[in-house]
């Protein structure tokens, strides 16, 4: 135990003691900062290791391959300005190796920032749309998505739509549709995992939230 001295004297002249309390508040609050951190980090890694295996399974299925099936398509992607890439991720959906399919790449209007990207990498399976103004009942990426499905050719047997801030593999299409040869399915997706190149911690921790 500790007692400190005051400068200041009680009227019997004797100095005045005081007791001073051990602060634990910091003390705690540290053991439960790393008590916290320590495990979060470790499982970041073992989640990072788990993701990588079940990529590299996943992978290996993809190589196997894909099935004939491939009706007439139509690929809707919407955009609104400019996204890192953009014009390598268009690039992307319009090199698909796929027999029969147009590219409709949606905006509000052409006055977007994104116009001038788009025009310059599609090719004579793809084209613009301008949507318009949404109603006030409705948001204006959904809007411009139902404004590209009635703008659908009518021989397009699959609707497919894409985000504009991914890139994707040649055989991505092929294989995406290839399942809905089975008449039970209705729709089939994919899913998106960030990846880190190295193992440095913030990269790891973004694939875990992720």
């Known amino acids: 135990m500790e007692v400190s001295i005051s400068q200041g004297y009680s009227g019997s002249r004797r100095p005045a003691f005081e007791q001073r309390r051990p602060c634990y508040t910091r003390f705690l609050l540290t053991v439960l900062f790393w008590c916290l951190v320590v495990p979060a980090a470790i499982a970041a890694v073992i989640s990072n290791r788990a993701g990588r295996r079940y990529f590299e399974h996943v992978e290996s ?79 204006e990426k959904i809007h411009n998505l139902l404004q590209a499905v009635e703008a659908a050719r009518p021989e397009s047997k699959v609707l497919v739509f894409a985000d504009s801030d991914g890139q994707v593999e040649r055989d991505w299409l092929r294989t995406l549709i ?24 913030w990269p790891l921790m973004r694939s875990v939230w992720d």
């Open 61 to 139: 299925e993809l190589r196997e391959p894909v099935g004939p099936y491939a009706p007439p398509a139509t690929v809707i992607v919407p955009v609104k300005g400019i996204d890192n890439e953009l014009h390598r991720n268009l690039r992307s959906l319009v090199e698909q190796d796929y027999p029969d399919f147009e590219l409709v790449v949606v905006t509000r209007s052409v006055d977007d920032q994104a116009v001038g990207v788009a025009r310059s990498c599609l090719d004579k399976r793809s084209r613009m749309l301008f949507a318009g103004e949404p109603p006030d009942c409705t948001g």
């Open 178 to 201: 290839a399942p809905l040869e089975d008449e039970s399915l209705g729709a089939t997706t994919t899913f998106r995992w960030y990846f880190p190149e190295e193992g440095r911690f």
